[in-house]
Nanobody
């Protein structure tokens, strides 16, 4: 069964850090372009960080949108079939549901800047994990 399961969300104080995990099952994550997205209440879902396949693209390039550039790091553990989003210096504006998704088409950049409509074409999504930044 193909599945993406996120975890690691929670309540954190402003300035704090959090690491989200996305475990893939039923397929090999490194064949796919993978991304982290987030959706705040009343806003469209937006890309945060994306990573290309190191098998198909040979470099596993990463792309960060302005939403958390400089405050987030995307990484992948192929042995665990897991991708992580490490977030630092969190702000209340980072409060959102965070999702991981995979697509077999496109680069990390293309995935991360995809519109909400284009995001519907991604192959698989996780169920999301809530991140709340509040004092």
């Amino acid at each position: 069964q193909v599945q993406l399961v996120e975890s690691g969300g929670g309540l954190v104080h402003p300035g704090g850090s959090l690491t989200l995990s996305c475990v893939a099952s039923g397929f090999t994550l490194d064949y796919w372009t993978i991304g982290w997205f987030r959706q705040a209440p009343g806003k469209e879902r937006e890309g945060v960080a994306c990573m290309g396949s190191s098998i198909r693209n040979a470099d596993g390039s990463t792309y960060y949108t302005d939403s958390m550039k400089g405050r987030s790091t995307i990484s992948r553990d192929n042995a665990k079939n897991t991708v992580y989003l490490i977030m630092d210096s969190l702000e209340p504006e980072d409060t959102a549901v965070y999702y991981c998704a995979v697509t077999y088409r496109g680069t990390a950049h293309a995935m991360c800047v995809a519109t909400a409509t284009a995001q519907r074409g991604f192959d698989y999504w996780g169920q999301g994990t809530q991140v709340t930044v509040s004092s």
